[in-house]
């Protein structure tokens, strides 16, 4: 009950704010989404827009922060929060939440306009269902791939065009600027193997894990399981069998540490199958990645109609290896012979950021642009913010 009392005080605290204060509306779900907005919101902010934060997570670090320019109110996950936004009353409110209008959260009978941030390379059509997208006005592309997919689904079913912003990849912008060098590799017990595969039931831990990491601690590698967080809460048994077998080994560790960076800068190759964390560490730590080629991680079953191939089936080839899961025999060939050659490595990700991902090293900037190019559009609606 208290829960429920604190959320729904919160949300009338939101909708008391002067119309200004919720000019620029950023939503958050959960207190992960923080390092998304944050260098945003600082963007925002130190040009002097008032910013109201909303989260659903009571832990959210948006709630601390010691900034003028930012209000911040926790608004749950329950029954204030849906209220709260079927009578939104904003300018702009920006999200990074797939199916938007599809689930419980609903456009507001209030003229507001709803922009959606990429923080993946993913591409639109595959990982997610094939509308999750559709009920935004606005999007914050990361590449080239996604404004095209998204323009080819309006042209498909003849939908509004959207307003699309080219904005980028800002985690990949951090990964670039704090990445290290891992230590040295003269033989193979030096080479560190980061296993981390994306969840569901048709992935490595399920589908092959066990022998995987036989084959790697039988090559002579160190291995650092690190599973998706949410492997842990579907299919535990997949992590425990491993963790089991191999817990007292030297050379083998069980990472579930959400946050932890140290095994992605000093692992020397990661194994992975259609996570799209692969992607930030081969082009963003400019390591080599091993794909393991299991079935697609589609939530969808139309996205062969758009005609366009997946940014994260085209780019496998291009930081790494493929191996068929009945060949994990050559995984330990394969690694050696990626790690061969780093300098032409780095080369081919440079080239391939280069070509893929829009504003590297400016896409806060880019961001804050839109959103405040957004905000004036909703300052000209001649119908203005209604009151419910």
């Not at 307003?163 to 600027?177: A, M, W």
């Amino acid at each position: 009950m208290f829960g429920f009392i604190h959320d729904w005080r919160a949300s009338r605290a939101f909708k008391a704010l002067p119309s200004d204060w919720r000019r620029i509306v950023i939503y958050s779900e959960s207190g992960q989404d923080w390092h998304h907005f944050a260098s945003v919101i600082d963007r925002l902010t130190a040009r002097g827009e008032k910013v109201c934060y909303l989260t659903s997570d009571p832990n959210d670090t948006g709630l601390r922060q010691d900034n003028q320019q930012l209000k911040s109110f926790c608004i749950g996950n329950g029954i204030s929060r849906t209220v709260c936004f079927q009578f939104m009353e904003a300018g702009v409110v920006l999200m990074t939440m797939v199916d938007f209008n599809n689930l419980q959260l609903k456009r507001s009978i209030n003229p507001v306009s709803y922009a959606f941030m990429f923080h993946s390379l993913i591409s639109v059509h595959m990982a997610d269902h094939e509308d999750s997208y559709d009920h935004y006005d606005a999007v914050l592309c990361a590449g080239p791939h996604q404004m095209r997919e998204l323009r080819k689904r309006e042209d498909m079913l003849d939908q509004p065009a959207k307003q699309l912003f080219e904005h980028g990849y800002e985690r990949l912008e951090s990964l670039i600027k704090e990445r290290r060098e891992p230590p040295p590799w003269h033989s193979d017990a030096d080479i560190h193997v980061l296993l981390a595969p994306s969840w569901g039931e048709q992935t490595i831990l399920n589908v092959c894990g066990s022998e995987l990491v036989d084959e790697l601690i039988n090559a002579g590698f160190r291995v650092t399981l690190r599973p998706h967080y949410q492997t842990r809460w579907n299919t535990p048994d997949a992590i425990d069998r491993i963790a089991r077998k191999y817990q007292s080994h030297p050379r083998f560790a069980l990472m579930e540490q959400m946050g932890e960076s140290d095994s992605l800068f000093d692992s020397h190759v990661m194994i992975t199958d259609w996570s799209g964390a692969g992607m930030d560490y081969g082009m963003g730590l400019e390591k080599p990645v091993l794909y393991i080629d299991l079935p697609p991680k589609a939530r969808n079953d139309w996205w062969p109609e758009l005609g366009i191939e997946p940014f994260e089936i085209y780019v496998r080839d291009k930081i790494g290896a493929i191996v068929a899961p009945d060949q994990l025999h050559a995984v330990p060939d394969s690694i050696r012979q990626m790690l061969r050659e780093p300098e032409a490595f780095r080369t081919r990700v440079a080239e391939l950021r280069e070509r893929w991902v829009y504003n590297l090293g400016h896409s806060a900037d880019a961001a804050a642009d839109a959103i405040t190019e957004l905000a004036c559009q909703a300052d000209e609606r001649p119908q203005g913010i209604v009151k419910s």
